[in-house]
């Protein structure tokens, strides 16, 4: 199957869009499904930091770890899921527009089952497909509302 992809235009400037979307720490606040994140030490900001993300998934918490695979401030940013039954994928591309005072954010998102998981990727991606717009709308009101 091919990755999720959705778009959003944020009316703030690349810089500080990508500051926000890529603090794992901050994923609570408009992800609709995590829970909680626990950075590993070092923190999240290059390639190979980790952090473990809390999901509420079919009524129950699922936790897994995720590694940060790209980053090119403020255009892309990458993770992917290192452990568990499905592993997700999830990249982020931010271009300026209107002369860099607005953005347009590129969400790409997969899963990949392992082991007893192989079957579940359609699962996951249903609801994915159906909370991620939900989290993409609340980034941009959180974005857009706050002060400049």
């Known amino acids: ?3 999720i992809v959705s778009q959003i235009e944020i009316a703030r400037p690349p810089d500080e869009v990508f500051a926000y979307v890529t603090d794992v720490s ?3 606040e408009w992800q609709g499904d995590v829970v909680r994140v626990q950075v590993e030490a070092g923190g999240t900001a290059g390639v190979g930091a980790r952090f473990t993300t809390t999901r509420r998934f079919a009524r129950a918490e699922r ?3 995720q590694e940060v695979t790209a980053v090119d401030a403020p255009r892309t940013w990458a993770a992917r899921g290192i452990d568990g039954p499905v592993r997700p994928s999830a990249t ?3 271009e300026p527009i209107d002369g860099g005072n ?3 954010v590129t969400f790409g998102l997969d899963f ?3 082991g ?3 079957a579940l990727p359609p699962l996951v991606r ?3 497909e159906r909370g991620a717009p939900v989290s993409y709308r609340r980034l941009k009101e959180r974005l857009e509302s706050g002060p400049r």
Do not use: E, K, Y
Request: no cysteine; hydrophobic share 50%.
């Open 1 to 3: 199957m091919a990755a």
């Open 26 to 28: 901050r994923f609570p």
């Open 63 to 65: 936790t897994l770890t």
């Open 92 to 94: 982020v591309a931010i």
């Open 102 to 104: 607005r953005s347009r």
């Open 112 to 114: 990949v089952g392992h």
């Open 116 to 118: 007893l998981g192989v």
């Open 126 to 128: 249903r609801q994915a």
